[in-house]
């Protein structure tokens, strides 16, 4: 069974930059759309980033996109989401899930996801 394990999270201050990871195991990734998801206390877990099977297609929401860089590494069976120009309110809990098909769009909710990584971005 497919188990995903991120890591990459710390404390940076704001204007800085972090790169998490996203490693599976138990089956391969190549044929998995993943997303990165992120979580507040009190508020519903938003998804950040999603890259399709193939690597060739990725979205971004609104408050990240020109900050957040999505990529595959289907060799090393890996994910990263690279994060600069970080904010304060950038601050969660990031997961990343893996969706029952190569596609972000229309896909349903993922069906694996991970335990989590704590970003705190602060001065």
């Known amino acids: 069974q497919l188990q995903l394990v991120e890591s990459g999270g710390g404390l940076v201050q704001p204007g800085g930059s972090l790169t998490l990871a996203c490693v599976a195991s138990g089956d391969t990734l190549d044929s998995y759309a993943i997303g990165w998801f992120r979580q507040v206390p009190g508020k519903e877990r938003e998804r950040v980033s999603c890259i399709a099977g193939g690597g060739l297609i990725t979205n971004y929401a609104d408050v990240v996109r020109g900050r957040f860089t999505i990529s595959r590494d289907d060799a090393k069976n890996m994910v990263r989401l690279q994060m600069s120009s970080l904010k304060p309110e950038d601050t969660a809990v990031y997961y990343c899930?893996?969706?029952?098909?190569?596609?972000?769009?229309?896909?349903?909710?993922?069906?694996?996801w991970g335990q989590g990584t704590q970003v705190i971005v602060s001065s």
């Open positions: 899930a893996a969706y029952a098909v190569a596609y972000c769009a229309g896909s349903g909710p993922p069906t694996n």
